[in-house]
């Protein structure tokens, strides 16, 4: 059967049509079967979002519309630059909600430090510092941080020897400083017992929560001391020997502090 010209053409412009509209409809990259207006396929290369560098989760720019007018939400970008204050970004994918950036991943920092060595204050020493918890801790990031100070403390020998039951308390304060904020002072006791046998270094743990606001990349050091109190009802009076009291074991029960960062 013979087919007229016209009717050719008109059914390969339908067909030219009808696969013009389909383009519109799903777009793959290295696929010809897309699962979705865009898919695209990659065995050993990513997706390369456009790198810019914000000022700030409220402001925009430099991100602009190509058609004029504002941004749009949904907006997605790969912020470079990292900046300080309440509306900081940090390097990271960020996404126009219409009022702001929002980073899509969680900014995670959590820093731990431990007393390093075995620690026996004397009760005529004075302020001492705990080894190891003279540091510094600087934030990646800007906003609120959870600091928790947990201190250990054990006493030393009671003074009296005789076979009925004896008890004196041995006690002292921990002061935590951090640059910028107050002095934090944590009183510390234990009692111990003597019932013809002599027990010692019975623990008493403490620990406080504080919640602060940092500044990122800003060195904060701190400082972690100890001043025992005189301690007459123990072996030499607390001052040396079997008296002194004991700071935390290493492995053990570490006198210790903690950041975490709980901002967005």
């Known amino acids: 059967m013979k087919i007229k010209t016209p009717t050719l053409w008109s ?3 339908t067909a030219l049509f ?3 509209s389909l383009s519109y409809a799903q777009v793959g990259i ?3 079967t897309p699962h979705g207006i865009l898919d695209v396929h990659g065995n050993n290369q990513g997706l390369v979002l456009p790198r810019i560098a914000l000022t700030s989760k409220t402001v925009a720019a430099p991100v602009l519309n190509p058609q004029g007018g504002s941004i749009v939400p949904g907006t997605v970008i790969y912020n470079t630059a990292t900046t300080t204050g309440t509306n900081a970004v940090f390097p990271g994918i960020y996404v126009w909600t219409g009022t702001e950036w929002q980073n899509k991943f969680t900014k995670k920092q959590t820093q731990i430090y431990k007393q390093t060595n075995f620690f026996q204050p004397a009760s005529n020493g004075g302020v001492q510092n705990v080894p190891g918890m ?4 600087t934030p990646k990031y800007s906003g609120p941080y959870k600091m928790e100070v947990s201190v250990n ?4 020998y009671v003074a009296d020897a005789s076979p009925q039951m004896d008890i004196a308390a041995q006690m002292g304060d921990f002061v935590f400083t951090i640059s910028g904020t107050p002095p ?3 009183p510390a006791k234990t009692n111990c017992t003597l019932m013809g046998t002599r027990y010692y270094a019975i623990w008493q743990q403490t620990f406080i929560i504080e919640y602060i606001n940092l500044n990122a990349n800003t ?3 701190f400082n972690l001391t100890f001043d025992m109190a005189p301690a007459p009802g123990f072996d030499n009076s607390g001052n040396s020997g079997n008296g002194l009291g004991y700071i935390g074991i290493p492995d053990h029960v570490p006198c210790s502090v903690e950041f ?3 901002g967005n």
Not at 134 to 137: A, G, I, K, P, V
Not at 153 to 156: I, V
């Open 30 to 32: 290295n696929t010809t």
């Open 18 to 20: 009808l696969a013009h």
């Open 153 to 156: 403390f054990g006493g030393g």
């Open 260 to 262: 975490t960062y709980i």
């Open 184 to 186: 934090i002072t944590i």
């Open 134 to 137: 003279s540091q510094t801790f």
């Open 11 to 13: 059914a390969f412009a």
């Open 219 to 221: 060195p904060y050091p």
